[in-house]
């Protein structure tokens, strides 16, 4: 099956869809050092109507010239005046690890700024904003990152074996675990938006589904908890799964608008 990838919203988006009229709009978000493409297989696991658009962050993919975003305000900031003009159909949040920390301070930003809600805000792998803790940052050597990376696996030994693909991945892995491990947590009015989060059961970060539970703190709309079996890295064997999960909820959100 062919997908279209379609440059969007220049340029902060991949748009992976296998064609037509998108009836919704799932922005996805990569964890910390990650791309857009980790989510170019999810057409195969979704119906036609809804398109995945991926944002692309800068320092990496197509924007690897472009330094790092190292403050959640001034990320956040700008992804809501890229993402405005796609918030013409019905859209959902999917963050991955540091993924799910943007896209919740994403839904926060939207709200302030008077443009809709999302349907629905699925996270992953990311403690609740309550419970995060132990997030390395700016002051990590590059030895100590690598081993950061290391213990959590995903990331191949290909790369971690290669310098040169270390000094293309370290800085936008910095600034991302940076803008996290920078962000005070402020308790906020919750949203009025489901939030759905999904964990690895021996996941060895702070992203445990103890701490997960923690994200039914953030919201009067509804909060779901699945744990799937394996570490912080779940998706890597339980993708379909994940999908799946996601697109049962937002049929049911949009049989419900």
Request: charged content about 20%; glycine content about 8%; hydrophobic content about 45%.
């Given at each position: 099956?062919?997908f279209?990838t379609?440059?969007?919203?220049?340029?902060?988006l991949?748009?992976?869809?296998r064609?037509g009229?998108?009836?919704?709009?799932?922005?996805?978000f990569?964890?910390?050092?990650g791309s857009?493409?980790?989510?170019?297989?999810?057409?195969?696991?979704?119906?036609?109507?809804?398109?995945?658009?991926?944002?692309?962050?800068?320092?990496?993919?197509k924007?690897l010239?472009?330094?790092p975003i190292?403050?959640?305000?001034?990320?956040?900031?700008?992804?809501?005046a890229?993402?405005?003009p796609?918030?013409?159909?019905?859209?959902?949040?999917f963050?991955y690890?540091?993924?799910?920390?943007?896209s919740?301070?994403?839904?926060?930003?939207?709200?302030d700024?008077?443009?809709?809600?999302p349907?629905?805000?699925?996270?992953a792998a990311?403690?609740?904003?309550?419970e995060?803790?132990?997030?390395?940052?700016?002051?990590?050597?590059?030895?100590?990152l690598i081993?950061y990376?290391?213990?959590?696996?995903?990331t191949?030994?290909?790369v971690?074996?290669?310098?040169?693909?270390?000094?293309?991945t370290?800085?936008?892995?910095r600034?991302?675990?940076?803008?996290?491990?920078?962000?005070?947590?402020?308790?906020?009015?919750?949203?009025?938006?489901?939030i759905?989060?999904?964990?690895?059961?021996?996941?060895p970060?702070?992203?445990?589904?103890?701490?997960?539970?923690?994200?039914?703190?953030?919201?009067?709309?509804?909060?779901?908890?699945?744990?799937?079996?394996g570490?912080?890295?779940?998706?890597?064997?339980?993708?379909?799964d994940?999908v799946?999960?996601?697109?049962?909820?937002?049929?049911?959100?949009?049989?419900?608008?």
């Open positions: 099956m062919q279209l379609r440059e969007g919203a220049e340029p902060w991949r748009t992976y869809h064609g009229a998108p009836r919704v709009r799932l922005l996805c990569p964890f910390a050092g857009a493409s980790m989510f170019r297989g999810w057409p195969a696991l979704l119906p036609a109507h809804m398109a995945v658009e991926a944002v692309v962050l800068p320092g990496r993919e924007r010239r472009e330094p190292d403050r959640m305000d001034v990320l956040v900031a700008a992804l809501v890229a993402l405005r796609r918030l013409d159909l019905p859209y959902a949040l963050g690890s540091f993924g799910a920390q943007v919740f301070n994403l839904a926060h930003a939207l709200r700024a008077g443009l809709p809600d349907l629905g805000l699925f996270v990311s403690a609740g904003p309550s995060l803790c132990d997030v390395p940052g700016l002051s990590e050597t590059d030895e100590e081993a990376m290391r213990a959590l696996g995903g191949s030994a290909d971690l074996g290669n310098p040169g693909l270390l000094e293309l370290l800085p936008a892995l600034a991302d675990l940076t803008a996290v491990a920078a962000l005070p947590y402020a308790a906020r009015p919750a949203l009025n938006v489901p759905h989060s999904f964990s690895g059961e021996a996941d970060t702070s992203a445990r589904p103890s701490l997960m539970a923690a994200w039914d703190r953030e919201t009067t709309g509804g909060f779901t908890q699945t744990v799937f079996p570490g912080h890295f779940f998706i890597d064997h339980a993708l379909s994940l799946l999960a996601v697109r049962r909820d937002l049929d049911r959100l949009m049989a419900e608008e």
